[in-house]
C-alpha cells in the first residue's frame, strides 16, 4: 500500500510563511501526480494545488495563486507546499493525496486514491 506523511504544520502570525512537506512511500508507489487539499472545522474539503510527477506541471487553486508554490522532489517522493503570505482564513487541516493514475479533474478530492493524515496550520490574526 502506498503511504503519505505529511509534516510542517504550526501556527504562524498572517502574513508569515510556512512549509509542508509530504513524503510518499510504499512497496510499489506509483503515481501521476500529488495534491494539496485542506480542511477547516465545518467545511467541505477544498483543492489547493497539484503537481504532476513527471512534467511537473502545477495547478493552483484561485484563492492560493500567488501565495503558494508546490514543488516536487523525485528522488526523495517528496512534495512540499511553501505558503506565504499567510491569512486566517488558510487554517485547515492540509492534506497530500495521489492519484494512482492519470486524472483530468485534479480539484475533485474523488479522484484521489490514498491520503495521508493531515497536519494542522494555524494563521493568527
Known amino acids: 500500500q502506498v503511504q503519505l506523511v505529511e509534516s510542517g504544520g504550526g501556527l504562524v502570525q498572517a502574513g508569515g510563511s510556512l512549509r509542508l512537506s509530504c513524503v510518499a512511500s510504499g512497496r510499489t508507489f506509483r503515481s501521476y501526480a500529488m495534491g494539496w487539499f485542506r480542511q477547516a472545522p465545518g467545511k467541505e474539503r477544498e483543492f489547493v494545488t497539484a503537481?504532476?510527477?513527471?512534467?511537473?506541471?502545477?495547478y493552483y487553486a484561485d484563492s492560493v495563486k500567488g501565495r503558494f508554490t508546490i514543488s516536487r522532489d523525485n528522488a526523495k517522493n517528496t512534495v512540499y507546499l511553501q505558503m506565504n503570505s499567510l491569512k486566517p482564513e488558510d487554517t485547515a487541516v492540509y492534506y497530500c493525496a495521489a492519484p494512482v493514475s492519470y486524472i483530468n479533474h485534479y480539484r475533485d478530492p474523488g479522484k484521489y486514491d490514498f491520503w495521508g493524515q493531515g497536519t494542522q496550520v494555524t494563521v493568527s490574526s
Open positions: 503537481i504532476e510527477w513527471s512534467g511537473g506541471a502545477t
